[in-house]
C-alpha cells in the first residue's frame, strides 16, 4: 500500500474544514466510520470500548437530517456492535469488516464455509492457550485472533504460526489490523460495503473515518467529492489526519452544525422582508438588508443568477452591507415607483432595475440592475453571481469597467469603476469582495446583463436612468383611478401586479419565485415564476378596473398567440412559460436547501398537463369588462372570445382538476361548471347577475365563514389533498370573503377583515400568498399576483358598497 507519510498531512486542518462546510452542502450525503479507534479510543479490554459521547451525539443528529445517510463499519461482529454502541435505528450498522449487514446472514454460508469456520475456531483457542493475554472473537463468518495482552514473544510466534497455518489455506481471507488477526471465509472488506451503501442511499458523496489497516480497503474507494479522515498514524490513503477520537467527534460536530444549517435554514429571513425590483422584463428580490438574493436571467423564469433565497449566500447574492454589519435603519419604496431605498446612518443604497429604456426593438434579455450607493461610511460589497441556480462554475475576471462573469452564455458585466475587487474561490465558484471607504461622492454598481460588447456604455448617467425609471413608474401610478379605501396599498398592489407584467410579451406573472414553501419545512413548494390565463386575466381585470387597460389588451394577444397555435382551443393548457409555448417539466434542484430548509425546490410545473376549465371564464369576462370599461375589443379578440366559447361547448360536462390544482384524480368542481356559464354568458352579453340577498349566496358565505375562516385568513379547503402537511390560509380568499360581506351588507365584518389584510403587508407593503395563522407566518411564492389583486378588488368593493356597484362585483371569481 501506497499513502501519505505518518507525520504529515494531505490537507491542512483548515482545508479540511473547508471540505467538511462544502460536503455539508452536498444534496445526499453518506457519513461512514471505524468504531474501535475511531468513535471510541482502542483499550486493553475490547468489551470496554464505549464510544464518544460527543461523536454519538453528533451522528444521531446527521442520521435525523434530511438526505443524510450515517453508518458504522467495524471489525467486530454485528450483535456486539449493536450491543456496546446501542445506536438508534437510523443509523445503520455493518459487522465483521463489512461482510456483516444482517444478524442472521451466516445462514447463508455453505457447509463447506460452516466447516472451515468451525476449524479456524477450535485450531485458534487451541493457539490461545498458550498464553492468557490472546482473545478469541468468534464471528459469524471468521474468527478474530487478538493478542494486545499478550506476552510479546509469544505473540510475535503465534501470529507468524497463524498467518502462515490457517491463514494460507483454501478459501480462509485474513485480515491484519491493531493487534488482531482475523480469518474468514468470506472475502469482502470495508471497501465493499462502503459501496453497497452508497448504491442503497444513492449518496452523491461520502465522508468516511477510520483507524485501521483495515480501513485502507475503505479510503481507496473514495473518488471525486469524497474525503477520507485518518485516524492517527501509519500511511494512508485518506485525504487528512485527525489526532484522535475526540478530533473525530468534533469534525462532526462541525459537519452536523454546518449540514443542519444549509438544509434548515435556521436563519432565513422573512419572506415579506424581501422587496421586488422590476424592469418588465424580469425580476429582481432585494431583501430589507440591501442583499438582492433572487434574480433570474434573461427572463423571470429563467434560471436563476442569485439564488441565495433558496439556497443561502453560497446560491448566490449580491449584498451591499456597512463594515460592522449593523442593520439598516429604513428600507421602502421611493413613493409610486419599483426604486427601493435602504439608509443607514451614513449610508444610502438606491436600487432598481433600469427602466430608461422601454423602447418596443429594445432587446427582450437586457437588463441593467443599478445599485447607486451614497455617504460617508465604510461599506463591504460581495458580488457572487452563481449561474443557473448554482449548478454551473461561475467565475469571474477584472475587465477595465470591472467584472465579467465568465462561463454565462450571455455576457454579464459589473460595472464597477474604481473598486478594488478581491476575488475568492468558493468550491466551483468565485465571488468578488471590496471594502470601500465612500468620501460622499456617488459610487455607481450597474450589473448589465445581456450586453453585446465588454466597452457597451449607457449614454446616460446613473442620476438620469434614476429620473426616467422613477418617472415611468410613478407616471402609470398617478394615472389609475384608486378607490379613497386604503389608497396607499392599494397602488403598491397595483404597482406590483405592473412589475409582474413581462412587456415584451403580454404575459403576466402569477409570482416572482419558485418554491417559497406553503408549510415551512414541507414539500409545498411550487414553481410560480409563468403565466397561468385564469391568474392573469384576474390581473389584467383588476388594474381594469383602475382604470388601466394595456396590460388586459396585451394579456388578450398572447392568450390569443396561444389559442392560435393549438389544433383546437379547447387544448388551452392551464400555464405557460412567459414566452413561446415550451413545455414546462417539473424538476428538483437537490442542490438547494429550500427557504427555511423546505425542500424540494422545484423549477417548472406539472399542472400544465392538468385540465383546468376554469381558465376559460376569467379569460372571456376580461374581454367583457374592456368592453364595460369603454375599451375597445379588436376582430381578433373576438375571434378569441368565440374559440374560448366553442372549447367550452365541447368540455364544459368534463371533470377536472379546480382552480386550486390538486394533485388527484379529475372530478367535478362547481367552481369550475360556473366559469364555464361565465365564459358563455360574457359571450352573448347577457347581463343576469345574481342577488347578493338571495338565501343561498347568504347561506355560502356563513359557511365559508363557519368552515373556511380562521381570525384574519381563509383557506382555499381543510380536506386531505393528497399532499403531506397543511398549508396555511390563501390571502385572496380572504379578499373574496371581504367582499361577499359587502354584497350581503355586513359592511362592519367587511371593512374589520380588510383591516386585519392591511395587517399582513410587508413593510413595503408586498404580500406573499398565504398566512398561517398557527405559527404566525406568511408563507408561499413572494409577491404573489392574487394576493395583490385581492386587496385592491376589496379595497374597490369597500370604497362604493353601492347596490349599482355590489351588482359588478361578481364578475370577480367567489
Keep these: 500500500m501506497t499513502g501519505t507519510d505518518p507525520n504529515t498531512l494531505m490537507m491542512s486542518t483548515e482545508d479540511m474544514e473547508v471540505r467538511l462546510r462544502e460536503l455539508a452542502r452536498v444534496p445526499v450525503l453518506l457519513v461512514v466510520c471505524d468504531y474501535d479507534g475511531t468513535l471510541a479510543p482502542i483499550i486493553d479490554n475490547p468489551d470496554e470500548a464505549k464510544p464518544i459521547r460527543e461523536a454519538v451525539a453528533a451522528l444521531r443528529q446527521l442520521a435525523t437530517t434530511p438526505d443524510t445517510h450515517v453508518a458504522v463499519i467495524s471489525g467486530r461482529a454485528l450483535r456486539d456492535l449493536a450491543a456496546l454502541t446501542r445506536l438508534p435505528e437510523e443509523i445503520r450498522l455493518v459487522g465483521s469488516h463489512g461482510t456483516e449487514f444482517d444478524v442472521g446472514f451466516a445462514n447463508g454460508l455453505s457447509p463447506a464455509q460452516h466447516e472451515r469456520r468451525q476449524r479456524l475456531l477450535e485450531d485458534l483457542n487451541d493457539i490461545a492457550r498458550r498464553d492468557r493475554g490472546f482473545i478469541i472473537e468468534p464471528k459469524p463468518a471468521g474468527v478474530a485472533f487478538h493478542y494486545r495482552k499478550a506476552d510479546p514473544e509469544i505473540a510475535a510466534e503465534a501470529v507468524t504460526e497463524v498467518l502462515k497455518g490457517l491463514g494460507s489455506m483454501d478459501g480462509i481471507y485474513v485480515k491484519t489490523g491493531k493487534m488482531v488477526v482475523e480469518l474468514s471465509v468470506l472475502n469482502l472488506n470495508k471497501g465493499d460495503a462502503l459501496e453497497r451503501l452508497r448504491h442503497d442511499v444513492s449518496a452523491e458523496a461520502v465522508i468516511f473515518a477510520g483507524d485501521d489497516v483495515t480501513d485502507e480497503d475503505a479510503f481507496a474507494r473514495l473518488t471525486g467529492p469524497d474525503l ?17 477520537p475526540h478530533a473525530v467527534a468534533q469534525a462532526l460536530a462541525l459537519l452536523t452544525e454546518r449540514r443542519r444549517a444549509w438544509l434548515m435554514g435556521e436563519h432565513a429571513l422573512p419572506i415579506e422582508r424581501h422587496s421586488l425590483l422590476s424592469d418588465q422584463r424580469t425580476v429582481a428580490l432585494v431583501t430589507s438588508g ?28 449580491f449584498s451591499i452591507s456597512r463594515h460592522d454589519d449593523s442593520p439598516p435603519i429604513s428600507h421602502r419604496y421611493l413613493d409610486g415607483t419599483m426604486i427601493i431605498e435602504t439608509r443607514w446612518s451614513d449610508v444610502t443604497v438606491v436600487d432598481y432595475l433600469d427602466c430608461s429604456d422601454q423602447r418596443p426593438s429594445k432587446p427582450a434579455g437586457r437588463t441593467n440592475l443599478v445599485r447607486s450607493i451614497a455617504g460617508t461610511g465604510r461599506i463591504r460589497v460581495e458580488f457572487a453571481p452563481r449561474l443557473d441556480f448554482g449548478r454551473a462554475p461561475t467565475g469571474l475576471e477584472p475587465t477595465d469597467v470591472g467584472l465579467e462573469v465568465s462561463g454565462a452564455a450571455e455576457t454579464m458585466i459589473l460595472v464597477s469603476p474604481g473598486v478594488a475587487w478581491d476575488i475568492v474561490d468558493d468550491g466551483p465558484h468565485q465571488t468578488a469582495v471590496a471594502e470601500i471607504q465612500l468620501d460622499g461622492a456617488p459610487l455607481t454598481l450597474t450589473l448589465r446583463l445581456g450586453v453585446h460588447g465588454r466597452r457597451r456604455r449607457s449614454e446616460l448617467g446613473e442620476a438620469e436612468r434614476r429620473e426616467i425609471t422613477e418617472h415611468y413608474w410613478q407616471s402609470w401610478a398617478q394615472s389609475l383611478s384608486v378607490p379613497s379605501v386604503a389608497a396607499e396599498e392599494v397602488q403598491r398592489s397595483a404597482l406590483v401586479l405592473k412589475a409582474l407584467c413581462h412587456q415584451p410579451s403580454g404575459a403576466i406573472l402569477a409570482a416572482a419565485t419558485t418554491s417559497l414553501p406553503e408549510v415551512l419545512g414541507g414539500g409545498r413548494n411550487w414553481d410560480y415564476r409563468y403565466c397561468w390565463p385564469r391568474d392573469a386575466s384576474m390581473s ?17 394577444d398572447w392568450i390569443l398567440d396561444r389559442v392560435e397555435h393549438l389544433p383546437s382551443p379547447e387544448q388551452l393548457r392551464p400555464v405557460y412559460p412567459l414566452v413561446g409555448d415550451e413545455s414546462l417539466p417539473e ?34 369576462d376580461l ?36 382552480i386550486w390544482e390538486e394533485r388527484r384524480p379529475p372530478r367535478h368542481h362547481v367552481h369550475s361548471k360556473v366559469m364555464c356559464w361565465v365564459a358563455v354568458d360574457r359571450a352573448i352579453k347577457i347581463a343576469q347577475r345574481l342577488d347578493p340577498h338571495d338565501s343561498r349566496f347568504v347561506s355560502t358565505v356563513k359557511a365559508v365563514e363557519d368552515e373556511l375562516r380562521d381570525g384574519q385568513t381563509v383557506y382555499r379547503y381543510r380536506h386531505d389533498d393528497g399532499l403531506a402537511g397543511r398549508e396555511g390560509g390563501f390571502l385572496i380568499c380572504t379578499a373574496w370573503l371581504i367582499q361577499a360581506y359587502v354584497l350581503i351588507g355586513q359592511f362592519d365584518d367587511a371593512r374589520a377583515l380588510f383591516d386585519r389584510y392591511l395587517d399582513l403587508c410587508g413593510p413595503t407593503g408586498l404580500l406573499p400568498e398565504q398566512y398561517d395563522p398557527a405559527s404566525e407566518r406568511l408563507l408561499g411564492n413572494h409577491p404573489q399576483a392574487y394576493s395583490h389583486l385581492g386587496l385592491i378588488n376589496a379595497a374597490l368593493a369597500l370604497s362604493d358598497p353601492s347596490p349599482a356597484d355590489s351588482q359588478k362585483q361578481p364578475r370577480q371569481e367567489h
Excluded at 306 to 311: D, E, I, T
Excluded at 540 to 556: H, R, T, V, Y
Excluded at 638 to 643: G, Q, R, T
Design 228 to 244: 477520507g479522515l485518518k485516524v492517527g498514524g501509519g500511511l494512508s490513503l485518506a485525504h487528512a489526519r485527525l489526532e484522535s
Design 290 to 317: 440591501a442583499s438582492v438574493n433572487w434574480m433570474c436571467h434573461p427572463r423571470a423564469d429563467s434560471p436563476a443568477v442569485f439564488a441565495g433565497l433558496l439556497g443561502g449566500a453560497r446560491a448566490g447574492h
Design 540 to 556: 389584467a381585470s383588476a388594474l381594469l378596473a383602475l382604470g388601466s387597460s394595456q396590460e388586459a389588451c396585451d394579456l388578450l
Design 587 to 620: 424538476a428538483v434542484l437537490p442542490e438547494l436547501s429550500g427557504y427555511a430548509g423546505s425542500r424540494p425546490v422545484r423549477i417548472g410545473n406539472a399542472a400544465e398537463h392538468q385540465v383546468q376549465l376554469d381558465v376559460f371564464g376569467p379569460v372571456v
Design 623 to 658: 374581454a367583457w369588462q374592456m368592453c364595460e370599461a369603454g375599451v375597445g375589443v379588436g376582430n381578433r379578440h373576438w375571434e378569441l372570445v368565440k374559440a374560448v366559447v366553442r372549447a367550452v361547448a365541447s368540455r364544459w360536462h368534463e371533470p377536472d382538476h379546480g
